[in-house]
């Protein structure tokens, strides 16, 4: 079987600017929430196309199925999940469309052509969540938005749609900027810091701010700095488990994370019971959630809902955008030729001034240095779904309860479809360009109705802070230090990084 030519996507990639001039309004994905899902033609990730008399159904591709070498008995390929994971998971796109992965004695497939990826994103009644991430998640975030099931999803996504709406964006974004604007103000030439640390601790303090209004919400902060990064390990550990009885023995890792998980409950459950006694709209996420009805039944969320929808928005608000941040220092560190585009481009845009929600449009460049620092390193570098019914995918027969997997970090890495991808190129993501990348090799944010809710959210962040460092200072790597990315972890982070900020002076030519 051969490998098809890669097809012209219906459409590309979102690659502009992350906020327009009227305010990012959030997509909630394309799949209709309500009849039936299209029916697809035998093997083709494709739509189906009805044959007509005027025209012809277009010859169905094949796709190539392998099988990941290296599985262990009994451990499958849980070993390689743990101590080599990226590698692992790139190697199979040029092996294959669709590979067959074993998690300890239990068969996945991972799709890795762009187009299985998207055939699947977009039927997610047939391809659920579910799966050994999203089954050892549900520790954390229960069964809120990112995990939940599709009927519970549908519901879940009506109601905090409104949170989310373009009207509360420059809201947002003014609390983003003075929490940026005190940590980078308060940096000092010279002395190194662990960039890591750091843009988790900002991105925190953001997300903390949207979601909670009251001084309840601010002791909330610190205790939910220190509980995050044991838990999001732990998550991880839990996954790729190869026999899923590790986590039940009584070790020091396993009571430590139940005490975390039990902490971090304590606290959020605290800032809920405040926001029932306020009973008001306050501007924040938490009282959004708290007041939030169901269109269709008027029925709210009970405390247990918005635990999950808590922790839920607080881990997408944190973990993702704070490694996204601590990579592209990295990579800014390592090509100073992009480093000075970018600070040219902030440099005319913001002429020395802090950056705000009017000058998104306008940072251009800003965003495509961040979207190839996605692309390389995506925070949800390895996501499962599960299917609901006997189904085919990429000419494979599956049946019902089967495992899907695909990989942001493997089909970013694809050289079928990323031209020398290990070199750091934004200019990979001008229009021109973008136009050619099949919109399933780049899915940092998913697609379909689960789509990231809070994408809009992140890219405003995203963009506001790397202006905001980009326009004073040069970050530079302290004493050798390099990311560790072969600390698996449920997202891609660098670990520790230090880094010296070096206070820079404007340029004195436009941006490139």
């Known amino acids: 079987m051969t490998v098809p030519e890669p097809r012209p996507p219906a459409e590309s990639p979102r690659q502009g600017c992350p906020v327009t001039s009227a305010g990012p309004e959030l997509s909630v994905g394309t799949e209709s929430s309500a009849g039936p899902e299209p029916v697809p033609a035998a093997g083709s990730p494709g739509e189906a196309c009805p044959v007509t008399s005027a025209r012809r159904a277009p010859a169905t591709p094949s796709y190539r199925f392998v099988v990941a070498p290296g599985a262990l008995p009994v451990l499958g390929h849980a070993v390689h999940l743990w101590r080599r994971p990226l590698e692992f998971l790139a190697a199979l796109p040029p092996r ?82 003075e929490e940026i604007d005190e940590v980078v103000g308060a940096w000092r030439e010279g002395e190194p810091f662990d960039v890591s640390d750091a843009m988790h601790a900002l991105t ?109 928005l607080l881990i997408g608000g944190t973990e993702t955008t704070g490694n996204t941040m601590a990579w592209v220092l990295h990579l800014l560190a390592r090509h100073p030729e992009i480093e000075e585009r970018l600070h040219a481009e902030v440099d005319e845009v913001l002429g020395g001034r802090p950056p705000s929600f009017d000058d998104l ?101 995203t963009t506001l802070t790397l202006a905001a460092i980009a326009s004073r200072w040069r970050l530079r790597p302290a004493g050798g230090s390099k990311p560790q990315i072969a600390v698996p972890k449920a997202s891609l982070g660098t670990g520790r990084l230090l880094m010296t900020p070096v206070r820079r002076a404007r340029s004195r030519v436009g941006a490139l």
């Not at 039927?123 to 520790?139: I, N, Q, V």
């Not at 839990?238 to 039940?248: D, I, K, S």
């Not at 460049?365 to 779904?385: H, I, Q, S």
């Open 361 to 461: 449009p306008r940072l251009d460049f800003t965003w495509r240095v961040l979207n190839e620092t996605l692309r390389m390193y995506p925070p949800a570098w390895l996501l499962t779904r599960v299917t609901t019914e006997e189904t085919e995918l990429a000419g494979r027969r599956l049946s019902a309860g089967t495992t899907v997997m695909y990989s942001p970090y493997a089909l970013g890495r694809n050289p079928a479809v990323f031209e020398d991808p290990d070199r750091f190129d934004p200019d990979r993501w001008l229009p021109e360009r973008a136009g050619h990348v099949p919109r399933g090799a780049m899915v940092p944010f998913s697609a379909g109705s689960r789509k990231c809710i809070g994408d809009g959210f992140g890219k405003a962040e």
């Open 204 to 312: 925190l303090r953001i997300t903390a701010r949207t979601m909670f209004a009251t001084t309840v919400g601010e002791r909330a902060v610190p205790e939910v700095a220190y509980c995050m990064p044991v838990i999001m390990r732990g998550v991880y550990k839990r996954m790729v488990a190869p026999l899923g009885w590790q986590e039940r023995i009584p070790t020091p890792g396993n009571r430590r994370f139940e005490r975390v998980r039990a902490r971090m409950h304590a606290v959020i459950a605290e800032t809920i019971e405040d926001a029932r006694r306020a009973g008001t709209d306050r501007g924040d996420l938490l009282s959004i959630l708290v007041n939030a009805r169901d269109e269709r039944t008027g029925e709210g969320l009970s405390d247990a809902e918005v635990y999950d929808q808590v922790m839920t």
């Open 96 to 177: 294959g469309d669709l590979a067959e992965v074993r998690l300890g004695p239990r068969k996945a497939y991972l799709a890795c052509h762009p187009d299985v990826v998207m055939w699947m994103l977009q039927r997610s009644r047939t391809f659920d969540k579910g799966g050994p991430l999203f089954e050892k998640a549900r520790l954390l975030v229960g069964n809120g938005l990112v995990a939940s099931e599709w009927e519970d999803h549908r519901v879940q996504r009506r109601m905090l749609q409104p949170a989310f709406h373009h009207s509360r964006m420059p809201g947002y974004v003014a609390l983003m900027a």
